[in-house]
């Protein structure tokens, strides 16, 4: 996607350790307007397929699960990072390794809110080693949920994850896919 | 805002230990034309203050927060809860009393993201004890950016925090203010 790609090369920065900062207009300020022209796209990706619920994972995906939910009139769940007191009765659980925060999580998503019935998109940020994502694949899984796809803003495509989710599967669609990037700033996409 | 009341007596579930369960619409799967009513309705009552960023907190505030941002036509911010490397350079930070989690968070923004140019509308699911809204508003004030005021979904209106943010000047406009609920599913609102 030429607009998600303009502006990493634009406002995104590459930092030590293979680390791309877009946290200027993607996951931490957040610009929604190029959240709407994501949403759109993805929901000319996946239109047809019969999408009735968006399933993220807690926070970064929230903002741009939300507004690609509007172009496809459905509702969105996010699969939560720890149990809180608030979600009573049964979960569906599996663990997450997060190579930002060098911790494995529970993640969690309340049996209310996904069954056999469902169609997902799946919904994040970046896609990398595919630690997220795979959680999401199981969570769905474990519900009986039928997986259409993911829709990825950012795919490090150099890194495993990609192939990891593909290979089981799954329609992956990531509006930018970085082939190299170097940190004198030089970002090359596929 | 009727459509707000509705719901939470529609499809809200009074749990004890004072649990309100909004999480088949509002902070776990969420209804995004819900949040594009309440975004709109906030937008008529912040209309005219110059409202320039929005600032939330994760995870429950960034879906309406990023829909009513489409609104303003601004950009939206949310503090995290934790430090991740992902943030470089110097940051705001501040600590939050969670009672849903029994714990306190260390919450951050970047300094790149919140200044004193800004004229800030903060967005929370819920107001209750306060304590997140008064950590966000302790992050405003460390940038010192202007605040114009707090959009709140659900107040709990017998709980201290809305007079505790009110008395430090903040405009509060919660779209619910519950001033009673019981276990047997009685809701009551001002």
């Known amino acids: ?19 791309l900062k877009v946290d200027s207009f993607l996951n931490h300020q957040m610009d929604v307007s190029l959240f709407e022209a994501m949403g759109r796209e993805w929901k000319r990706l996946f239109d047809g397929c019969g999408v009735n619920k968006i399933l993220t994972i807690e926070a970064s995906g929230i903002g741009m699960a939300c507004i690609a939910a509007q172009s496809f009139h459905c509702p ?70 039928t997986v259409v796809g993911a829709g990825i803003a950012i795919e490090k495509a150099y890194q495993p994850g990609g192939e990891l989710i593909r290979s089981r599967g799954v329609r992956v669609e990531s509006l930018a896919r970085i082939k190299s990037m170097s940190e004198d700033g030089d970002i090359e996409f596929c």
């Open 76 to 145: 969105v769940v996010f699969a939560k990072k720890t149990e809180t007191k608030n979600i009573a009765g049964e979960v569906y659980r599996t663990q997450v390794r997060s190579y930002t925060h060098g911790r494995i999580y529970d993640v969690i998503v309340s049996k209310d809110y996904l069954g056999p019935g469902d169609r997902l998109l799946l919904i994040d940020d970046f896609l990398a080693n595919g630690a997220a994502l795979s959680g999401l694949l199981d969570l769905a899984m474990l519900a009986g949920a």
């Open 1 to 19: 996607m030429q607009l998600l790609e303009d502006r990493i090369r634009k406002d995104g920065i590459v930092k030590e350790g293979d680390v």
